[in-house]
């Protein structure tokens, strides 16, 4: 059995609540941390969401997301870094000391197009996320998203990517959900870990069979992901941060949200 003190939970989570609601829950459950994911910041004050977050004993993990570099489109590039300027500026109000990239790809170019298209928009951005006092974090997906999502699907192309930029403040993110099939992640987690660049740890299950390569992940024990095996190999590598819980899940944000918390809670408990 876990404590609490290491469990965050993203908004995207429990979707259907606001981020008001979720703060309000989270604290009370015992939660310690919460990932903030852009759509929830909508028609508010990041500052005054921020200082909610804190006045109910929660710690601000990261803010999700950044990223989407890549565009055969010179326009659509530029457009992107701006987004992520933004995000940088959303962070630092939330008091967020962490944006989580999703990199991006575009089908209309070859991959490694897309990959030096990411490198660039991030060193565009990360002198004002160092400014901001802010770190980025690649995250690498499931070679699924290859075609849209991200062009940085394994451990190893984030830890290379991260060796080619050279910032101190630009690291990985570990999501077992994208990288539980790779047989060499442990080995690249220790690569991260050796350059302190482990910067956040995410945790859910892959279901058995996956009904939607997006929206149907499952509860930590319900799928098949060694998740208690990850754990251990990002803090054999010294990383010291949540575990983060972020589920996207048409059929749990279908559900009653407060009965889902107590699941998570107690998932957590058992399969992390």
Request: with cysteine; aromatic share 8%; hydrophobic share 45%.
């Amino acid at each position: 059995m876990q404590d609490l003190d290491k469990l965050c939970i993203h908004t995207v989570t429990t979707k259907p609540w606001s981020v008001e609601i979720a703060v309000e829950n989270y604290a009370r459950c015992g939660v310690s941390g919460i990932t903030v994911w852009r759509d929830a910041l909508a028609n508010r004050d990041p500052a005054t969401v921020g200082r909610s977050i804190r006045d109910a004993g929660l710690q601000v993990v990261s803010l999700c997301r950044g990223g989407f570099f890549p565009s055969v489109d010179a326009n659509a590039r530029a457009r992107a870094l701006e987004d992520n300027l933004c995000a940088i500026d959303e962070a630092a109000a939330l008091g967020a000391p962490l944006i989580v990239l999703v990199c991006g790809a575009d089908p209309g170019q070859p991959l490694a197009d897309s990959r030096a298209q990411i490198a660039e928009g991030i060193l565009a951005a990360a002198g004002r996320a160092r400014e901001a006092g802010v770190k980025l974090a690649i995250e690498p997906l499931h070679p699924m998203y290859a075609d849209a999502k991200s062009a940085v699907n394994t451990m190893q192309s984030a830890n290379d990517m991260c060796d080619q930029i050279d910032l101190p403040n630009v690291g990985v993110a570990v999501d077992v959900y994208h990288i539980w099939w790779d047989p060499n992640a442990i080995g690249e987690i220790a690569r991260c870990g050796a350059a302190e660049r482990i910067f956040a740890f995410h945790v859910c299950d892959w279901r058995v069979p996956t009904r939607d390569f997006l929206l149907d992940r499952a509860l930590m024990g319900e799928g098949c992901i060694d998740i208690p095996h990850f754990r251990n190999a990002v803090e054999q590598a010294g990383f010291t941060g949540f575990n983060e819980v972020e589920i996207f899940s048409t059929h749990y944000w279908s559900t009653d949200q407060s009965s889902y918390l107590q699941k998570i809670i107690q998932a957590y408990k058992e399969h992390v």
